[in-house]
């Protein structure tokens, strides 16, 4: 038997010890293999803390210069599958619409595009390197089932959007761009 801060402590093995508290209840603390679950127990605890809190989770929001009012991007878990190949999704919603709007990013070696779908309209975004821009839906999404409808295409604002910003743009500043600038191609919006 050995004292520890008042508290008598019957050592049993090595690694276990048997203590009794002040208030006389029996309690057995596992050091070793206790500690290594509590580190278990703890991670658990925090990754799941983690998954809820990223599920669904807003990466921006801002203005979108266009009667629609402000704009929310969510970055959504579940990928887009388009020609058997997983790609990252986002979803835009707007303040003054029930519209929401997909963009779809997909990775190339030397660009990305942006494929931007909603009930309305569906066009690509283009980031080369060298700029972001408009442009009509590519025949890789067409066979997919999205096409521009030129109907429904403000061609104005179509050639203004050609060429939005020079030089590489990230994927959340460039669906931020997108969230701004989509609406006016949308005419009649």
């Known amino acids: 038997m050995q004292q520890t801060g008042g508290v008598p402590v019957f050592i049993l093995k090595k690694g276990w010890k048997w203590t009794v508290p002040p208030f006389s209840l029996t309690v057995l603390s596992i050091h070793k293999i206790g500690f290594v679950m509590k580190r278990i127990v703890m991670a658990f605890m925090f990754l799941a803390c983690v998954a809820t809190l990223t599920y669904g989770r807003k990466v921006a929001e801002g203005l979108s210069n266009s009667s629609l009012g402000k704009y929310t991007i969510k970055a959504l878990d579940e990928p887009f ?5 997983a790609m990252k999704c986002f979803e835009i919603t707007y303040e003054n619409s029930p519209m929401t709007v997909r963009v779809i990013v997909d990775k190339n070696k030397k660009c ?3 494929l931007v779908v909603s009930d ?6 283009t980031c080369n390197g060298q700029y972001f821009g408009v442009n009509k839906v590519d025949k890789k999404y067409a066979k997919a089932g999205f096409v521009t409808d030129d109907a429904s295409l403000d061609r104005a604002d179509y050639f203004h959007q050609k060429l939005i910003v020079r030089g590489l743009t990230g994927e959340i500043y460039a669906a931020r761009l997108i ?3 989509y609406p006016d191609l949308i005419k009649g919006l």
């Open 81 to 85: 599958m388009l020609a058997g190949e």
């Open 112 to 114: 990305r595009n942006f």
């Open 120 to 125: 309305k309209l569906s066009v690509m975004y």
């Open 179 to 181: 969230a701004s600038y």
